[in-house]
Nanobody, 116 residues
Framework: QVQLMESGGGFVQAGGSLRLSCAAS????????MGWYRQPPGQQRELVAH???????YYSDSVKGRFTISRDNGKNTVDLQMNNLKPEDTAVYYC??????????WGRGTQVTVSS
């Protein structure tokens, strides 16, 4: 059973924008932290941003000022608005969510490709 479903990935030129969305099927995710990781080609998965159920946010230094994370607890969704994209943002982006026991659940990922 898929519990987190990402959408919105694609191909964009440098300087462009994309918006990723993640829909959660479990209501418990809306009570906990949700966010996004990414895995560039040949590299390890890295944290991009996360947001608590109260709306506190964290961004990695590499995306700060360009990406904005938001969530809608009523709809169990978390979005990532990505502006001024760079080729180094090319990666598979994974949505994640914590449950009430602090276990991490993952989406299947969506590809973002930024051309120079």
């Amino acid at each position: 059973q898929v519990q987190l479903m990402e959408s919105g990935g694609g191909f964009v030129q440098a300087g462009g924008s994309l918006r990723l969305s993640c829909a959660a099927s479990r209501s418990s995710f809306s009570r906990n932290t949700m966010g996004w990781y990414r895995q560039p080609p040949g590299q390890q998965r890295e944290l991009v941003a996360h947001i608590t159920n109260g709306g506190s946010t964290y961004y990695s230094d590499s995306v700060k000022g360009r990406f904005t994370i938001s969530r809608d607890n009523g709809k169990n969704t978390v979005d990532l608005q990505m502006n001024n994209l760079k080729p180094e943002d090319t990666a598979v982006y994974y949505c994640f969510a914590q449950d009430d026991y602090y276990s991490i659940h993952w989406g299947r990922g969506t590809q973002v490709t930024v051309s120079s």
